[in-house]
């Protein structure tokens, strides 16, 4: 009798739960979800693709650009944490980071993630504390003093180790990884910019410790944002996997922002931490240590990466070369010895307007930040009619935005710098609707490094460009790894030949 009475209720729980289940997934347009697991298997088969997935996903919605899908089909919990709304929408972008702004901070989810890299620093906190050192950095970084400072930092980095580096290769015809050289350059940078003091990570003996640390902290970050999270938490307790790897590399980064934080307090400098260290917040305090060292810097290497490794190389860098050379001649002359004495200074990279062009497009189709999650806080409808339950999470593909023909056009894969130049190719132009466009995020949270990145940019690929040639290493494979920012997994190997320069006749200099 026990028996049976089992049985009935087994089978009915499973029916309403099947029911149930049934009813959910009518609802979902995204990948096929299963039982208790959700799409959760098909995130886990394309984890090695995933930015190429959601876009896949995206397509497969036609022009509608916006996808529900769910990874606990668990009854309560498959319209929370385990919901997930991804789009790509622009007009659903905006709503997301401009016009209902407060309904979507980070989130418990991401900032738990977040937390053990990040703390309470400004790239990891929502509300007060968040506006707080916005509204603190925002005026640091309208000062000139930054833009110098900045540009101190990138010309000496450049003078004093990347050309030593890149002669020596090209003297003794090795191969160099571009990416790695590049992003030790920006870290260096942003540290020096940040701290005032410059980790050397860019040196020719090439040190296998801090700028090493970002290969391990945003995979291992990523995955506690892609799976449930008692999964990462059991690895984090038992101290196994890419947890513990994350573990170790923690330790090398906090170490380096106590000695930092020390050295600041002895001797205050022009940086943006003394700068943080001067200043209150509302209620007359000063930031704690707790939340200096949690900004730390982030590892973007901007793109400039991918643009050095297109395939359109040649051409481009013609192009590229033939502005740069048209700015040069009017600044220094018609000897081109002097052009590739001194990096450019920021003000001759100012001028740089198709290779400003030809950054913004490679960082439309390879956005550093390939996909931001947001929290739902209260239930919302998007602009394009999707309802969000509160609670869940809502991702925006920067990735996919570059790559919808209803956004950019029928050649929205071909990468066309003048996509962002006025008619006449005099001036940058950037799409009137600026949400199509939101590498550098949008909204009260816009990136406040984004003119400084661009002359960094400019900086590293001119001190590049003008004096070398540059040849992929035959075999080398470009391949993405799958991180929070985008990177390339092998690298970007390449040879390098001294190039030579001609001054161009001024007819000529035109992009
Ligand atoms: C190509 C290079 C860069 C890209 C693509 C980029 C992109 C972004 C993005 C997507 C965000 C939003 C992050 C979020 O909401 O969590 C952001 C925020 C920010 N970026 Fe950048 N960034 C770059 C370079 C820089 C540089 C060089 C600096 C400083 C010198 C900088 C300073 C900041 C700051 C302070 C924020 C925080 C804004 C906030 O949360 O209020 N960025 N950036």
Same mark, same amino acid.
């Given at each position: 009798?026990?028996?049976?009475?089992?049985?009935?209720?087994?089978?009915?729980?499973?029916?309403?739960?099947?029911?149930?289940?049934?009813?959910? &997934?009518?609802?979902?347009?995204?990948?096929?979800?299963?039982?208790?697991? #959700?799409? $959760?298997?098909?995130?886990?088969?394309?984890?090695?693709?995933?930015?190429?997935?959601?876009?896949?996903?995206?397509?497969?919605?036609?022009?509608?650009?916006?996808?529900?899908?769910?990874?606990? &089909?668990?009854?309560?919990?498959?319209?929370?944490? #385990?919901?997930?709304?991804?789009?790509? +929408?622009?007009?659903?972008?905006?709503?997301?980071?401009? /016009?209902?702004? @407060?309904?979507?901070?980070?989130?418990?989810?991401?900032?738990?993630?977040?937390?053990?890299? $990040?703390?309470?620093?400004?790239?990891?906190?929502?509300? !007060? /504390?968040?506006?707080?050192?916005?509204?603190?950095?925002?005026?640091?970084?309208?000062?000139?003093?930054?833009?110098?400072?900045?540009?101190?930092?990138?010309?000496?980095?450049?003078?004093?180790?990347?050309?030593?580096?890149?002669?020596?290769? =090209?003297?003794? +015809?090795?191969?160099?990884?571009?990416? @790695?050289?590049?992003?030790?350059?920006?870290?260096?940078?942003?540290?020096?910019?940040?701290?005032?003091?410059?980790?050397?990570?860019?040196?020719?003996?090439?040190?296998?410790?801090?700028?090493?640390?970002?290969?391990?902290?945003?995979?291992?970050?990523?995955?506690?944002?892609?799976?449930?999270?008692?999964?990462?938490?059991?690895?984090?307790?038992?101290?196994?996997?890419?947890?513990?790897?994350?573990?170790?590399?923690?330790?090398?980064?906090?170490?380096?922002?106590?000695?930092?934080?020390? =050295?600041?307090?002895?001797?205050?400098?022009?940086?943006?931490?003394?700068?943080?260290?001067?200043?209150?917040?509302?209620?007359?305090?000063?930031?704690?240590?707790?939340?200096?060292?949690?900004?730390?810097?982030?590892?973007?290497?901007?793109?400039?990466?991918?643009?050095?490794?297109?395939?359109?190389?040649?051409?481009? &860098?013609?192009?590229?070369?033939? !502005?740069?050379?048209?700015?040069?001649?009017?600044?220094?002359?018609? @000897?081109?010895?002097?052009?590739?004495? !001194?990096?450019?200074?920021?003000?001759?990279?100012?001028?740089?307007?198709?290779?400003?062009?030809?950054?913004?497009?490679?960082?439309?189709?390879?956005?550093?930040?390939?996909?931001?999650?947001?929290?739902?806080?209260? @239930?919302?409808?998007?602009?394009?009619?999707?309802?969000?339950? *509160?609670?869940?999470?809502?991702?925006?593909?920067?990735?996919?935005?570059?790559?919808?023909? *209803?956004?950019?056009?029928?050649?929205?894969?071909?990468?066309?710098?003048?996509?962002? $130049?006025?008619?006449?190719?005099?001036?940058?132009?950037?799409?009137?609707?600026?949400?199509?466009?939101?590498?550098?995020?949008?909204?009260?949270?816009?990136?406040?490094?984004?003119?400084?990145?661009?002359?960094?940019?400019?900086?590293?690929?001119?001190?590049? $460009?003008?004096?070398?040639?540059?040849?992929?290493?035959?075999? +080398?494979?470009?391949?993405?790894?799958? *991180?929070?920012?985008?990177?390339?997994?092998?690298?970007?190997?390449?040879?390098?030949?001294?190039?030579?320069?001609?001054?161009?006749?001024?007819?000529?200099?035109? =992009?």
């Amino acid at each position: 009798m026990d028996t049976i009475l089992i049985f009935f209720s087994l089978a009915a729980a499973t029916s309403a739960y099947l029911l149930w289940f049934w009813l959910l &997934a009518r609802k979902l347009n995204g990948p096929k979800v299963w039982p208790l697991v #959700g799409s $959760l298997p098909h995130v886990f088969m394309n984890r090695r693709r995933f930015h190429d997935w959601i876009a896949t996903n995206l397509h497969a919605t036609g022009n509608a650009a916006t996808y529900q899908t769910c990874t606990i &089909a668990i009854p309560f919990l498959a319209r929370k944490q #385990g919901f997930y709304t991804v789009t790509c +929408h622009p007009k659903n972008i905006e709503h997301i980071l401009r /016009t209902r702004f @407060d309904n979507y901070p980070k989130g418990p989810t991401w900032q738990t993630a977040f937390h053990d890299l $990040l703390g309470q620093g400004i790239f990891n906190s929502d509300g !007060e /504390t968040w506006l707080i050192q916005r509204k603190t950095a925002a005026l640091e970084f309208t000062t000139r003093t930054l833009r110098q400072a900045m540009a101190r930092w990138v010309n000496r980095t450049i003078r004093t180790r990347l050309w030593i580096i890149l002669d020596k290769a =090209a003297k003794d +015809h090795t191969s160099v990884d571009l990416q @790695d050289l590049l992003l030790r350059l920006t870290f260096d940078n942003i540290c020096g910019l940040t701290f005032g003091k410059d980790p050397e990570t860019l040196s020719i003996d090439l040190p296998k410790t801090l700028s090493r640390t970002h290969s391990i902290l945003q995979p291992a970050t990523l995955q506690r944002l892609l799976y449930p999270g008692f999964l990462w938490r059991l690895k984090k307790i038992l101290h196994v996997g890419a947890e513990r790897r994350l573990r170790k590399s923690l330790q090398v980064v906090e170490n380096y922002m106590t000695e930092a934080l020390d =050295a600041r307090k002895e001797t205050p400098s022009d940086d943006l931490l003394s700068r943080f260290m001067k200043k209150r917040d509302i209620d007359g305090n000063l930031f704690p240590n707790t939340v200096l060292k949690r900004n730390r810097p982030q590892f973007r290497s901007c793109g400039t990466r991918h643009v050095i490794g297109r395939a359109q190389l040649v051409l481009l &860098a013609e192009k590229i070369i033939r !502005e740069i050379s048209a700015v040069l001649q009017e600044t220094r002359g018609k @000897d081109t010895q002097k052009w590739i004495e !001194e990096p450019l200074t920021f003000d001759e990279a100012d001028r740089l307007i198709y290779l400003k062009a030809a950054l913004a497009e490679t960082l439309r189709l390879y956005p550093s930040v390939p996909e931001d999650f947001k929290y739902v806080v209260s @239930d919302d409808v998007l602009p394009d009619g999707t309802a969000l339950p *509160s609670g869940s999470t809502v991702t925006y593909s920067i990735y996919s935005v570059g790559r919808m023909k *209803s956004i950019w056009g029928e050649d929205c894969l071909e990468f066309k710098p003048e996509r962002w $130049l006025s008619a006449g190719g005099d001036r940058f132009e950037p799409p009137k609707d600026g949400y199509k466009f939101v590498a550098f995020n949008g909204g009260p949270r816009t990136c406040l490094g984004k003119d400084l990145a661009y002359l960094q940019m400019k900086s590293v690929v001119s001190a590049v $460009l003008l004096r070398y040639r540059l040849s992929l290493v035959p075999g +080398h494979r470009v391949e993405q790894k799958m *991180s929070l920012t985008l990177f390339m997994k092998n690298g970007l190997k390449v040879y390098l030949k001294p190039r030579q320069l001609v001054a161009p006749p001024k007819a000529a200099v035109s =992009a």
